[in-house]
């Protein structure tokens, strides 16, 4: 199964997976600066770490690219507002603008690559150059795709819960491992369902949509604006080879990544045969809530598929 969970993981922003085994001397310097001026939680210092660490890893990647000059400002350009997203979600208001403030006064040091990019109004200039006022609104969101009727009123429901487990979070002012599986969850079974409902070349234009940032109220890219599109079908495929009802792809998607968090709890706490004793605990746990999830013939095609 561990093929599927990697998939499944690398589509938030809020599960970065473990962390990487080394950070060099000026990625730890920053984070003490940070950490002096923001007060960070131990939650807080480890999530903001592994974001800049990522953020810094893609900076130098770009740079040593073989890309045009133009292709790697916009690569920049999307890297600074994908950490301005995360560090959103991590940090609270007060944070945010204290980290703001010091960016501003260490304009030429390592600290802005991570700088917020520029605040783009909310009217958006379209390929006519003609100005057009970003409505992020389900219903506006539902004509943009072309959904009527029935369709419509599904898309709705899906995309009004995943609206509102994103709210949560933000408002929240901090992300636990709950609500990021909740939100994570909403996302995907949104995006399977506009799938279900259009077929491919919508949700390939919805996607082309949330990327652009044409469905925020700013401008600003959403959530899991990066990722492969074929990571998503690969996903849907899984669903639809299992054949699961929209309730067990909601809760299939809520397990999988429920185990996933515990293996890493796990693995960052215990070693040896400790380590394997609790693995093998928990891989037991997974299998005997995913029997009780799916039907006798959808566990036999899962172990197919997966080689189990």
Aim: glycine share 6%; net charge negative; charged share 20%.
């Amino acid at each position: 199964m561990k093929p599927f969970l990697i998939i499944l993981l690398s589509l938030s922003i809020f599960f970065t997976g473990q962390a990487q085994q080394f950070r060099n001397a000026d990625l730890l310097a920053m984070i003490d600066l940070i950490d002096e001026h923001l007060n960070l939680n131990e939650y807080q210092k480890k999530e903001v770490t592994t974001i800049l660490g990522d953020a810094l890893q893609t900076f130098e990647s770009i740079q040593h690219s073989d890309k045009t000059d133009i292709e790697k400002l916009s690569l920049m350009a999307k890297n600074q507002s994908t950490t301005r997203s995360q560090l959103e979600v991590v940090l609270n208001n007060d944070q945010l603008e204290a980290y703001k403030a010091l960016l501003d006064g260490t304009q030429n040091t390592t600290l802005s690559v991570t700088s917020t990019a520029t605040e783009v109004p909310t009217s958006q200039m379209n390929s006519n150059n003609t100005n057009v006022v970003v409505d992020g609104s389900a219903a506006s969101i539902a004509k943009k795709l072309g959904f009527t009727g029935n369709a419509k009123d599904q898309f709705i429901v899906a995309y009004d819960r995943q609206q509102a487990a994103i709210e949560s979070v933000k408002n929240s002012g901090i992300i636990t491992t709950e609500s990021g599986i909740d939100l994570l969850t909403s996302i995907l079974v949104t995006d399977f369902k506009i799938i279900d409902l259009g077929g491919r070349s919508t949700y390939e234009n919805y996607f082309q949509l949330r990327s652009s940032g044409q469905l925020s109220p700013d401008g600003s890219a959403s959530n899991g604006q990066d990722v492969d599109i074929a990571q998503v079908y690969q996903l849907y495929d899984l669903k639809t080879a299992l054949n699961l009802s929209d309730q067990q792809t909601d809760t299939f998607i809520r397990l999988i990544l429920e185990s996933e968090a515990e293996k890493r709890e796990i693995k960052s706490q215990y070693s040896g045969s400790e380590r394997a004793k609790k693995l093998k605990v928990l891989e037991n746990k997974s299998l005997q809530q995913l029997q009780q999830l799916l039907t006798t013939e959808q566990i036999q095609k899962l172990g197919q598929i997966l080689g189990g």
